[in-house]
């Protein structure tokens, strides 16, 4: 029993085979994928392929890099795709500070009015940070997100940073980076991060696993994901894995999967 919390199943690199894509996630064993919202406009897409499949569910929000384009009309946009069958969070929202692709005080304001959005809804959070440690957790802080949860998505720090985050009440999705023969901070982190508070994912198509490392990255190879975790806290990678699943349906307030 695997799952993959953050996928972007309607972007371009799916287009000529998404429905053979799906179809792999569910011979390698995943009950739960959550299709994130990939830019403006995006969340009705989400919202209309997770109809068509029972193991799909989606998010709605504004990435940071998008922030710049953030009105009134996205607003309602974000509110009334939230609001459809399947919604399980307004993510992915955050900062990023390293391609600083819209100005980084636009981004703050608009990490904060997604938050209050979600918090309105009573929906968790997605968060995506880069490079912006500080502001992030303080903006969380700040905004009480804590008491709507939510999930750091791709989880990129150490263990200083974990604790962050896990003192917020927040999990920790990990992705293909930790996987990555460099990353010792980041596996540190895995390692100490609490069974119960861990995630899998794989930002597919981006940050494809090792040994796959340079093609395009699918929902089915989150099973990579959770054996290099497994073996870092010297577990079976089906514990990690049923953890994991049973994580996601707890933060995103799903139905359990049979097991």
């Known amino acids: 029993m695997h799952s993959d919390s953050h996928a972007h199943l309607t972007m371009q690199p799916f287009d000529d085979d998404r429905d053979a894509v799906i179809a792999r996630a569910r011979d390698a064993g995943l009950v ?13 897409r989400c919202a209309d392929l997770a109809a068509r499949h029972d193991f799909i569910h989606f998010s709605a929000g504004v990435h940071p890099h998008e922030a710049k384009g953030w009105n009134v009309e996205v607003a309602r946009g974000i509110r009334d795709a939230a609001r459809r069958p399947k ?14 692709l819209s100005p980084r005080d636009v981004q703050r304001d608009v990490f904060r009015a997604q938050i209050r959005l979600a918090r309105d809804l009573g929906l968790p959070v997605v968060i995506h940070t880069r490079e912006a440690w500080d502001d992030t957790l303080a903006i969380l802080r700040d905004e009480g997100a804590a008491a709507g949860g939510g999930i750091f998505h ?10 962050g985050c896990l003192d917020l009440g927040f999990y920790l999705s990990f992705a293909g980076p930790v996987t990555f023969k460099n990353a010792r901070g980041l596996a540190d982190a895995a390692a100490f991060a609490p069974l119960d508070r861990i995630l899998t994912e794989t930002d597919a198509p981006y940050l494809t696993p090792h040994p796959h490392r340079g093609t395009r990255n699918e929902p089915a190879r989150v099973v990579l994901v959770s054996e290099k975790i497994a073996a870092l806290k010297g577990l079976a990678p089906e514990a990690v894995g049923e953890a994991a699943t049973r994580n996601l349906e707890a933060a995103f307030r799903i139905a359990p999967a049979s097991r």
């Open 154 to 163: 791709c989880f990129s720090g150490g263990v200083e940073e974990a604790r």
């Open 32 to 44: 739960h994928i959550v299709t994130i919202s990939s830019y403006i406009g995006d969340a009705a």
């Open 87 to 100: 919604a399980v969070a307004i993510g992915e929202i955050g900062l990023d500070y390293h391609y600083d």
